[in-house]
């Protein structure tokens, strides 16, 4: 079922965002978790916000009540506030826009210059090239390339009337979402002690291994040890945190129970991802649900299907 030419409902994703890694999958599965720990009344809380696949489709769907969500991103930012602040002159930019390998190179020119344009303008930028780069890539590469040859072009994603109702359905929730701009450490440890005992906090930190293939904002192993070092002297809100399967994160974890599993992701490629789970020590943690399957073992293995 394609995202892009059916209406929101039950097998559609909520974000009008793409993002690698495709979270909004997980999205059964965290809606588990806050009604097996009775967190429905809380905040939902995610420190890397970046499409907000979960945090929409909880909202939405009336899971949770409140959603806050945050990102370092400057332009990610810029098109959250625009849903939320400028919600009709956001949807006629996205009717209006040419889908052109010159406005392309017009909106990768505002993207390289956040602070010398509007919210608005970088608003749009964000989205634009998000809809039209390959796997949603904020500095990857045009969907089709510069000559739009190939089965897959530029408008391949980018179905206005489909897109401009996900960002309507999201508005009309703007007095139950926070959207902030910092780093996510920063974030947390200046934010945790506002949070409380019927929060979840969901860290989707950007992946160990690929993450500078696929992330405009990248980690090193530092950053990586921060996150865990600030979420293991957490206490209060309840946490999750997703990433992709590998020894070095495992170990950074060690304190916290773990469930690993596969989902299909894309990036670039249509991928079956081994990934791991971490949770806070106490909480209820249900029986996975697909598309998450459960997997057993220490191996990391992908399986490349067809685009």
Request: proline letters at 5%; one cysteine or more; a neutral charge.
């Amino acid at each position: 079922m394609s995202e892009d030419n059916h209406g929101i409902g039950p097998t559609s994703r909520y974000s009008p965002l793409r993002y690698p890694g495709g979270k909004g999958k997980l999205s059964k599965f965290v809606a588990a978790i806050v009604r097996a720990n009775g967190l429905s009344d809380g905040t939902y809380i995610e420190p890397y916000a970046g499409g907000a696949g979960i945090a929409c489709e909880l909202l939405i769907t009336e899971v949770v009540r409140r959603v806050l969500i945050n990102d370092i991103s400057p332009h990610v930012f810029a098109f959250w506030t625009s849903v939320l602040t400028d919600t009709d002159e956001l949807c006629r930019r996205i009717r209006d826009v040419p889908l052109s390998v010159e406005e392309w190179d017009r909106q990768k020119e505002i993207f390289r210059r956040p602070k010398h344009v509007s919210t608005i303008e970088l608003g749009v930028s964000c989205f634009y090239l998000n809809r039209t780069n390959q796997s949603g890539i904020l500095n990857g590469g045009l969907i089709g390339g510069r000559n739009q040859e190939g089965k897959w072009r530029m408008d391949a994603r980018f179905n206005r009337e489909n897109l401009i109702r996900r960002i309507t359905k999201i508005a009309d929730c703007a007095g139950r979402i926070e959207v902030t701009c910092t780093d996510a450490v920063e974030f947390l440890r200046e934010k945790s002690y506002d949070f409380g005992e019927k929060d979840l906090i969901y860290v989707d930190p950007p992946y160990f291994e690929k993450g500078r293939m696929l992330y405009y904002d990248a980690y090193g192993p530092d950053d990586h040890a921060a996150v865990a070092k600030l979420l293991a002297e957490l206490e209060g809100p309840k946490w999750v945190v997703s990433y992709d399967d590998v020894d070095a994160i495992r170990n950074l974890y060690a304190f916290a129970p773990q469930r690993q599993y596969t989902i299909g992701y894309s990036a670039r490629n249509h991928i079956w991802g081994r990934e791991v789970m971490f949770f806070s020590k106490g909480m209820a943690v249900p029986e996975l649900m697909p598309p998450l399957l459960e997997a057993s073992g220490t191996a990391v293995s992908t399986r490349v299907a067809a685009a």
